[in-house]
């Protein structure tokens, strides 16, 4: 019998770091440690080399947005839900993970699945119609768009 896959795989998103995720890990869980969430980032959001021709349609996206839960960890306001959404446009699907609320310095992002499979099987069986095609699954902290530092309110200021 093959040895358990680690539970846990960890990564930092800060300022000058990674720039992806690698979400192909041999675990069930995922801590993204995440400095300035909806300053320096908004959100997660999933970037792949599949196409829906290949499987990874709005509903298969949508059905992997049901296997995966999340929450927030921050020690200013507590653990929260990480929101797993699935939005569609004209030019397709994008599942996307939101990171808090702006009073957040740093939080910790926890996600896992929902179904005891790895990331790496979860998303070959659900987003691949050839599970041997070799392919990339990563999330990619989208950068804030606004300065919230400079909007406080209150004083006249945008």
Avoid: N
């Amino acid at each position: 019998m093959p040895p358990a896959p680690p539970r846990t795989a960890s990564v930092v998103l800060s300022k000058g770091g990674p720039g992806l995720v690698d979400l192909l890990a041999d675990s069930t869980e995922l801590r993204i440690t995440v400095t300035g969430p909806l300053m320096l980032f908004e959100r997660l959001r999933l970037l792949t080399t599949l196409s829906p021709f290949e499987g990874c349609t709005a509903q298969r996206l949508e059905e992997l947005a049901g296997r995966l839960e999340g929450t927030l960890h921050c020690g200013l306001t507590g653990i929260q839900e990480a929101p797993v959404t699935v939005e569609t446009h004209r030019a397709g699907a994008v599942l996307e993970i939101g990171l808090g609320p702006a009073s957040m310095y740093q939080s910790e992002l926890v996600l896992h699945t929902t179904t005891a499979e790895t990331f790496r099987a979860l998303l070959t069986r659900l987003l691949s119609d050839d599970p041997a095609r070799p392919f990339f699954a990563g999330l990619y902290p989208v950068p804030a768009a606004g300065h919230l530092e400079h909007h406080h309110g209150g004083h006249g200021h945008p």
